[in-house]
């Protein structure tokens, strides 16, 4: 089973419809549960599917590493898609691949790296990395790069022009 989180901050509006109901449809195609954390759940639950679970950061003031836990926390899966609020494009392709490749390293996390550049909360995760996530934000000074040091990643590196591609 595969989850999907989607960390949102607010209501965009994305062509016809709100960015995260454009989100949502899209990971849809590949995952089983879809779970958002926002600090505002309140504004999101009537623009969301009634089967979409929305949540809050457990630790707050810890920004996306707050939200990647709260959702890895609360997963019923063992895996899962996570892609950042203002991810205009979820590639359903891309994550497919992501998953590949962590099923078949046997690693904590799969990253993209696109352009150059690693995008730690655009990837796909194990749920059990939560326990190590949950030690680590206890701390002060908690960043993702120093997160991502402390588990077993890898990245697959993405040509942009290739994100779609089946």
Not at 93 to 101: D, E
Not at 102 to 113: G, I, R
Request: charged share 20%.
């Amino acid at each position: 089973m595969i989850m999907s989180t989607v960390v949102i901050d607010s209501l965009l509006p994305h062509h016809s419809e709100l960015l995260i109901q454009f989100q949502i449809r899209e990971m849809r195609k590949i995952v089983d549960e879809i779970i958002v954390v926002t600090n505002t759940p309140r504004e999101l639950l009537p623009y969301v599917p009634a089967e979409t679970r929305v949540i809050t950061d457990f630790f707050q003031s810890k920004g996306p590493l707050g939200g990647l836990h709260a959702g890895l926390s609360l997963s019923r899966t063992e895996v899962a898609w996570v892609i950042e609020s203002d991810n205009l494009a979820p590639s359903t392709c891309m994550a497919s691949r992501l998953i590949k490749s962590l099923l078949k390293l046997d690693v904590d996390a799969v990253l993209p790296t696109i352009n150059g550049v690693l995008k730690p909360f655009e990837g796909v995760y194990r749920t059990s990395v939560k326990a190590h996530l949950t030690d680590f934000l206890k701390q002060e000074e908690a960043c993702a790069s120093s997160f991502l040091e402390n588990i077993n990643t890898s990245s697959v590196v993405i040509k942009p022009d290739r994100l779609f591609l089946k």
